[in-house]
Nanobody, 124 residues
Framework: QVQLVESGGGLVQPGGSLRLSCAAS????????MDWYRQRPGKERDFLAG???????NYAGSVRGRFTISRDNGKNTVYLQMNNLQPDDTAVYYC??????????????????WGQGTQVTVSS
């Protein structure tokens, strides 16, 4: 019903930057929070940043000041600008969204949706 598709990952040198995008599509009535997570090799998936429909953002301490989350409500898209990337940032990055979906507002329901992930590798 709802698909989230991430893009923008890749290989970057230490100190470099990347901008990730995540576009939601499908039978969307409304989207509340949109978040970014990452899963480093051998580790659990960690929350990085979130943003609500009013564009209020919050960050994990580990990325505050280096990563910036933003959102375009008209495009149902969330972005993650990542600066000063380091090898420890190497991970698969996922977006998630809390979405009201359905063919009509009356038949809709709220659920969490996840993208398939995009690989970010930071290496010289």
């Amino acid at each position: 019903q709802v698909q989230l598709v991430e893009s923008g990952g890749g290989l970057v040198q230490p100190g470099g930057s990347l901008r990730l995008s995540c576009a939601a599509s499908g039978s969307i009535v409304s989207i509340a929070a949109m978040d970014w997570y990452r899963q480093r090799p051998g580790k659990e998936r960690d929350f990085l940043a979130g943003i609500d429909r009013a564009l209020v953002a919050n960050y994990a301490g580990s990325v505050r000041g280096r990563f910036t989350i933003s959102r375009d409500n008209g495009k149902n898209t969330v972005y993650l600008q990542m600066n000063n990337l380091q090898p420890d940032d190497t991970a698969v990055y996922y977006c998630s969204a809390f979405v009201q979906a359905g063919t009509t507002r009356r038949s809709s329901r709220w659920d969490d949706y996840w993208g398939q992930g995009t690989q970010v590798t930071v290496s010289s």
